[in-house]
């Protein structure tokens, strides 16, 4: 099945274990002018979307959320953008924690990479960080190792410039976003390198979200930077919810 829909962010980040790995979900309410529900998304595919655009979404399941149908997407989910799909005339509006900025020096970093391959999805125990090909453990294909699909984990340990001292547990979205942004393909499926990389920033700064975990982190912005006021405490984010329509009743063949 396909589902059109606009993304809105709806509730934190979690991580959760699935089959013994450290899976991050995270839960969207997404609508089109026929209604609205929750979207789950794992991993990689919660950075594939971004709130208020439109996306069509393939292979998505359904389950029950009490008296609530919801969506949960797939390991052969397709993410594409599309153009703007609508919104329902009606909407309820909920409210979910806001994220808290941190900033301190770096005491202690723990990245662990799990690649998983592409094509078998079969978790891999030992990639060489050096090497540039790796051949898959269980299907057997030699393959780029940057073709593998690399899921972090890990935990960074801060002392804030108020004494305190910090211990926050990473999310995969964090580190790739951390590895993007800061030119780091190279040592992507490296984990005791990015752990190098981490502990050598003069200053981290990280947005903590409201179940602790850190959502993004990157280097401090340099105090002589001047005029950016930081946002701080809790601050509530509105996303809309409405009835809903056609979206789950075209779904509700696919239950996986
Ligand atoms: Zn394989």
């Known amino acids: 099945m396909q589902d059109s829909a606009q993304g809105d962010e709806a509730t934190a980040n979690r991580v959760v274990p699935v089959n013994g790995v450290a899976s991050e979900l995270r839960v969207f309410e997404i609508c089109d002018p026929t ?4 979207l789950t998304l794992w991993d990689r595919q919660i950075m594939s979307v971004q709130e208020g655009k439109s996306y069509r979404f393939t292979a998505l399941s359904t389950r029950k959320e009490g ?3 919801v969506l949960t997407s797939s390991l052969q989910t397709a993410i594409t953008a599309v153009g703007d799909v609508g919104r329902p005339p009606s909407v309820r509006m909920l409210a979910v924690a ?5 900033r301190g020096q770096v005491m202690g970093v723990q990245i662990v990479v799990k690649p998983r391959c592409r094509r078998c999805h079969a978790g891999q125990e030992s990639v060489a960080a050096r090497s540039t090909t790796h051949r898959c453990e269980r299907c057997g294909i030699l393959q780029h190792t940057n073709a593998y699909v690399f899921t972090y984990s890990g935990m960074v340990m801060v002392a804030t410039r108020n004494g305190e001292e910090l211990s926050l547990t990473l999310t ?3 580190v790739f976003n951390y590895v993007r942004d800061n030119y780091l393909a190279r040592m992507a499926h490296d984990g005791p390198s990015l752990e190098e990389e981490v502990i050598g920033l003069s200053e981290l700064e990280a947005t903590v979200n409201g179940e602790g975990l850190v959502v993004r982190f990157g280097p ?3 105090a002589e930077v001047s ?3 930081k946002q701080d405490g809790a601050q509530g984010e509105e996303v809309k919810t409405c009835e809903l329509g056609e979206l789950l009743a075209e779904s509700e063949d696919i239950n996986a």
């Open 172 to 174: 995969n979205s964090a």
């Open 67 to 69: 008296d609530r149908t």
């Open 35 to 38: 209604g609205q529900t929750a």
């Open 227 to 229: 005029g950016s006021a």
């Open 98 to 102: 806001g994220d808290q900025a941190v």
């Open 220 to 222: 401090g912005v340099q």
